[in-house]
């Protein structure tokens, strides 16, 4: 078909060197080429950029913003570049807006118990700043040291920390936020109670670009818990079992920070990338931890734990070797990648359903004689199945898409939801209609066109 274009790329480009010209702007180079589809960019799959550009200020910002609107470009917000789910790849044609040079700690205030950071700062390196001033950032996506706060933010990232801190959402106090018409917004404060007026802070949270370019974050701080963490690990005969002492640990009162699961497959997956031997036939492991309570709280876990036919008990204060053991959760995507093609899923279910998910994972991949490896934040009920496939096979098999839509529907039909923590992207934005409901589902539609009216900012994502 003939298509008459009103201007060339050429045009497109310098218009926008004018409107953000302290921006950095990549055209078909290398660094463009690398941040287009998570470093995977194909010509099937949204490589072909305008432009990646690195913003180090808003007014350049604004001007990336009015260029797209002026061209009807799409803009696709991208900081930390970690995203799971085809959230903050490419779109051919469009810009890729980068703010992981807005990566500045504002403020760290201990007497408000609060930090202000700029979209771009890494996780890890907030909470390394808030320590040294006796308080920590809670949430930790378990890429601490890669994704950043506006990414978490995004997405409303979760993590292994989640069962007793929450999620990011409930660390935000407050957003900046410029629009799509380049207005700037200011919503929340540094308070820990706000009630006036709608709630448009948490609105922007696990907005997913969408809505608006978050560039600066008020988060809540704590202090560091006194005393002693314990970290250990236990296993159990199946994860149905373990998901059983996960319930009797959260109610237990000791407040766990920490309850990861990790099925016997990925055990074993686990001792051939590490060179370790924690795998023992067909058990699971329980890695957990508990950041205050001291010896009172550990006797308690051990005698839970021991009830609920706890296998192998191992306990260490070792700041090493704790370190040693939550390095087997962080490892578990390499150990079981390494090989194979994946989908990784993210669905999260009412706690009292986790143990009957766990095993309607294990049914499925028997049913359908696909390889599953289950791990997940168990404390939360987050459950992470993994299904490969032969690195032989390009695209997944269809016992594999057939197996990741009997998973999705069982979780809804429990009550759950399809994506935990890792947002919805590209790959679950079919189903909105599904989880929400048709009305929910046209008022999402419509909250997005009010803030958004030309459907330039990361279209397709979260909502379809």
Known sequence: ????????????????????????????????????????????????????????????????????????????????????VIGADGIDGGLILSTAKLNHIKKISPDDGIAVVESGVVNGDLDKAARKQGLFYAPDPASRPISTVGGNVATNAGGMSTVKYGATKDAVLGLKVILADGRELTLGGQTYKQAF?????????????????????????????????????????NMSVLATAVRDLRMSGIAPVMLEALDSKTVVALDKYEHQHYANGTTAMLIFKLDAGGQESLAIAKKVLTQDHA??????????????????????????FIDSNHIMEDMAVPLSKLAEMMDYIAKVADELDVDIYTAGHAGDGNVHPSLLWSKDEPNP??????ATRRLLEKTLALGGTISGEHAVGMLKNQWTNAELGFDVDELQHAVKHLFDPMGILNPKRKIN
């Open 1 to 84: 078909m003939l298509v008459f274009y009103e201007y060339t790329k050429a045009e497109m480009l310098a218009y926008l060197k004018e409107q953000a010209p302290h921006a950095e702007i990549h055209v078909q180079d290398e660094v463009s080429q690398k941040h287009a589809a998570n470093g995977r960019a194909t010509n099937e799959m949204a490589g072909n950029l305008l432009a990646y550009v690195v913003v180090s200020d808003t007014a350049d910002i604004k001007g990336v913003l009015k260029t797209a609107r002026k061209f009807h470009l799409p803009v696709i917000p991208q900081s930390g570049d970690t995203s799971t």
């Open 397 to 402: 098999p269809a016992k594999v898409i057939e």
């Open 197 to 237: 007026g709608y709630d448009l802070t948490q609105l922007f949270v696990g907005s997913e670009g969408t809505l608006g370019i978050i560039t600066e974050i008020t988060v809540r701080l704590l202090p560091i818990p006194v005393g002693e963490a314990v970290t250990g690990i236990a296993f159990f005969e």
């Open 311 to 336: 296998t192998n008990i191992q306990v260490t204060t070792d700041p090493k070797k704790s370190d040693e053991l939550l390095k087997l959760r962080q490892d578990m995507l390499p150990a079981i």
